[in-house]
């Protein structure tokens, strides 16, 4: 009876653990369908996962031919050259006349006249009559001192006449008497006073006919008028100003120049002719318009406010009115104008514009097609180039174009060759590698 009742159990499909747990043949099934479908959705993820790794581990690269060229900069070059050089020396100052003065009368008296030719802007001769002061009462001092002359000479006659009854006299009693009694007897003290009184009315004469000619006030020299200060009625004492005068056979230019450039210039006062100046008023002058002049000292003080060197250059007839028909353009006291000096020659340099040198007087260089920079002694500089005398070389090829990049051994090309010789234009390869994707 027993085993029958077992055997039913197992035919109903229920095991005794089966029914003693609860758990039914179909939720057994569900179970194992999850674990099949985690299983397979893991081997997908992976197979995925290593197709796309393969896919990007392969893919082709697509590369240019040349492109070691393509990151080599192109530069234009300059090839320099050794030569014999006259730098230049630019310095700024003023226009000043060589000669300058106040006139000034030399008699007291009223002007009377001015004359047309003495007025500012105007140009005078040497002995030209400016101005007039009223001359009566020189001319009648003149008379009164020609006078007096008359009364001394007659004076002086009279008293030679005495001498000649005196020196008969003394003959008559011959008598010897000692050189200083004879000069008594024969009247020589009443004789010397008498040609002294002559010699100062002569004198007297001479002044009052300088005076006179005095009231006449002349150009002491050929001159250009600046100023004038008095005029006909005005009352005038010697030292009074009348006008100012200057010069116009030289004017001066005070210019300022570094300390260290003085000993390349030439001064006329050291026995040379004195270095060429070519004096330029860019603010007044048309563009090219200059004016030559020549070096002449150096001052022997520095400028209070610079601290520069002053030399003096001479530039003759400024205002062009010594060569008639010359077309010039007029210097005008006062002026700020720039002068331009030859210095010393520089022998065996090489000239190199300013721009080309570098950050601690460095060149940059080209050599095998490699960036090369190298320090050099500069000589001197002007305002254009710099002079150089070690450092560079016959045929060196200097860089002249401004770099992105400035390190020593970086791949250079130079304008209009590539690295063969033949054009600058990068080569492309015919064809490139599929894209793959």
Request: charged fraction near 30%.
């Amino acid at each position: 009876m027993s085993e029958e009742k077992e055997t039913g159990k197992i035919a109903d499909g229920r095991s005794p653990e089966a029914e003693g747990s609860g758990e039914g043949p179909q939720a057994q099934d569900r179970r194992a369908g999850c674990l099949v479908s985690a299983l397979v959705s893991v081997l997908i993820l992976a197979a995925a996962g290593v197709t796309v790794w393969w896919i990007f581990r392969t893919e082709p690269e697509a590369k240019r031919t040349g492109a070691s060229r393509e990151s080599a900069m192109l530069v234009d070059v300059v090839e320099v050259g050794r030569g014999d050089y006259r730098p230049r020396i630019v310095a700024m100052g003023t226009v000043q006349p060589s000669r300058d003065v106040v006139l000034s009368p030399r008699v007291e008296g009223m002007i009377i006249e001015v004359f047309d030719s003495f007025k500012p802007g105007a140009f005078v001769r040497e002995g030209e009559v400016l101005l007039e002061i009223d001359p009566a009462d020189f001319a009648n001092a003149l008379r009164q001192r020609e006078s007096d002359l008359k009364k001394a000479q007659a004076a002086l006659t009279l008293e030679m006449g005495r001498r000649s009854a005196a020196e008969q006299g003394f003959e008559l009693l011959e008598r010897k008497l000692d050189e200083k009694d004879r000069g008594l007897v024969l009247r020589e003290p009443q004789l010397e006073t008498a040609r002294a009184e002559v010699e100062a009315a002569r004198a007297a004469v001479d002044q009052a006919r300088l005076d006179l000619d005095r009231t006449k006030v002349r150009a002491p020299f050929d001159a250009h008028v600046l100023s004038r200060e008095a005029n006909a009625g005005s009352q005038v004492s010697p030292g009074d100003s009348l006008g100012r005068l200057v010069g116009v056979d030289e004017y001066w230019i005070e210019a300022t120049v570094p300390l260290a450039q003085i000993g390349w210039l030439e001064f006329a006062d050291e026995g040379g002719e004195g270095t060429e100046v070519s004096v330029r008023n860019r603010a007044a002058w048309p563009a090219g318009e200059e004016r030559r002049g020549r070096l002449l000292t150096l001052v022997g003080a520095l400028d209070d406010r610079t601290r520069l060197a002053r030399v003096i250059v001479g530039v003759p007839d400024p205002l062009g009115v010594l060569e008639p028909g010359a077309d010039k353009s007029r210097l005008i006291v006062g002026a700020f104008v720039e002068a331009e000096m030859a210095a010393r020659e520089l022998r065996n340099v090489v000239r190199l514009e300013r721009s080309l040198l570098h950050q601690g007087d460095t060149v940059r260089l080209m050599r095998d097609g490699k960036l090369s920079i190298r320090t050099v002694g500069v000589a001197f500089r002007d305002p254009d180039y710099a002079y150089i005398g070690k450092g560079l070389e016959e045929g060196d090829l200097v860089v002249a174009t401004k770099l992105s990049t400035v390190v020593e051994g970086a791949s250079l090309r130079r304008t209009g060759h590539d690295e063969t010789g033949g054009s600058p234009v990068d080569k492309v390869p015919e064809s490139l590698p599929d894209d793959p994707l």
